[in-house]
């Protein structure tokens, strides 16, 4: 499984952004997918994911205002960012835990490079 991230762009506080995760080898369709982000000088912390059936999982930080889906025949899952804050600027990673159901700890055995959202004040 290889997975694209896209969608990173600049925006102002207030605005949204909805980001990517496309498979470039391989189907989505039995792994759960998570989000996750990481500042500088920062440690990387989990945003969101979503199960093969799309149950969903938010952090307190973005729950209201960010939304995560999948649509299996584009082999995609999105993640929809309203209201960002200027504390949402991360480079933001979607990955596969190799499993069908969200995980908290892991392990994610497959990884995006990453896509950058500034939020500017």
């Known amino acids: 499984l290889q997975l694209v991230e896209s969608g990173g762009g600049l925006v102002h506080a207030g605005g949204s952004l909805r980001l990517s995760c496309a498979a470039s080898?391989?189907?989505?369709?039995?792994?759960?997918i998570g989000w996750f982000r990481q500042a500088p000088g920062k440690e990387r912390e989990g945003v969101s994911c979503i199960s093969d059936d799309g149950s969903t999982y938010y952090a307190d930080s973005v729950k209201g205002r960010f939304t995560i889906s999948r649509d299996n025949a584009k082999n995609t899952v999105y993640l929809q960012m309203n209201s960002l804050k200027p504390e949402d600027t991360a480079l933001y990673y979607c990955?596969?835990?190799?499993?069908?159901?969200?995980?908290?700890?892991?392990?994610?055995?497959?990884w995006g490079q990453g896509t950058q959202v500034t939020v500017s004040s």
């Open positions: 080898v391989g189907t989505l369709d039995y792994y759960a």
């Open positions: 990955a596969a835990p190799g499993t069908t159901k969200c995980t908290v700890q892991g392990p994610y055995d497959y």
